[in-house]
T-cell receptor, first 112, second 112 residues
Framework: DAGVIQSPRHEVTEMGQEVTLRCKPI?????LFWYRQTMMRGLELLIY????????DSGMPEDRFSAKMPNASFSTLKIQPSEPRDSAVYFC??????????FGQGTRLTVV | QQQVKQSPQSLIVQKGGISIINCAYE??????FPWYQQFPGKGPALLIA?????SEKKEGRFTISFNKSAKQFSLHIMDSQPGDSATYFC???????????FGSGTQLTVLP
């Protein structure tokens, strides 16, 4: 398996634009997580899904953030409109049952 | 609310020495404690994990020591190598899902 695949690896966008980050979890994994990493706040959980259903979105910072998982092999994290303070590395991770979480390479987002 | 506190923030060790990173948690419902290793530009990768029913787990040069009564756990890296230079994160989770609460990270530098 290729592991968790995220795209794009880097994204630079202007303030106010819509940004969509994509994730393909490891096949067979039933949990999918979105994390954000910044110098100030470290690694923080934004939202997670179980069997494609959002379970806990309490970490989503604002209504500008939304996440979907239309099927077991694909998830998106959307920011609309984007702001400079959204600049961070966004990670997707997946796990199977109570097994460990495996992380993707991340998407480095820069909002100018 | 910082549920997992990690120290030190940075650590410099000579090649062949022992690296020790400490974490303390607050939530007694946590039942899974992994350590992740992150290289620049990469996602966190699972290093080793422990459950609170054991006091120690060893995998190669990496050992987790766990003290349930003190709500503390630590990572020991024996015979540290320059290739171990990375950022290390402790984490904790509870329940069946692996939604992780991360410590703030320790940047380890192993001098040749």
């Amino acid at each position: 398996d290729a592991g968790v695949i995220q795209s794009p690896r880097h994204e630079v966008t202007e303030m106010g634009q819509e940004v969509t980050l994509r994730c393909k979890p490891i096949s067979g994994h039933d949990y999918l997580f979105w994390y954000r990493q910044t110098m100030m706040r470290g690694l923080e959980l934004l939202i997670y899904f179980n069997n494609n259903v959002p379970i806990d979105d309490s970490g989503m910072p604002e209504d500008r953030f939304s996440a979907k998982m239309p099927n077991a092999s694909f998830s998106t994290l959307k920011i609309q409109p984007s702001e400079p303070r959204d600049s961070a590395v966004y990670f997707c991770a997946s796990s199977s049952g109570t097994g460990p979480a495996f992380f993707g390479q991340g998407t480095r987002l820069t909002v100018v | 609310q910082q549920q997992v506190k990690q120290s030190p923030q940075s650590l410099i060790v000579q090649k062949g020495g022992i690296s020790i990173i400490n974490c303390a948690y607050e939530n007694t419902a946590f039942d899974y404690f992994p350590w992740y290793q992150q290289f620049p530009g990469k996602g966190p990768a699972l290093l080793i994990a422990i459950r609170p029913d054991v006091s120690e787990k060893k995998e190669g040069r990496f050992t987790i020591s766990f003290n349930k009564s003190a709500k503390q756990f630590s990572l020991h890296i024996m015979d540290s190598q320059p290739g171990d230079s990375a950022t290390y994160f402790c984490a904790a989770s509870k329940g069946s899902a692996r939604q992780l609460t991360f410590g703030s990270g320790t940047q380890l530098t192993v001098l040749p």
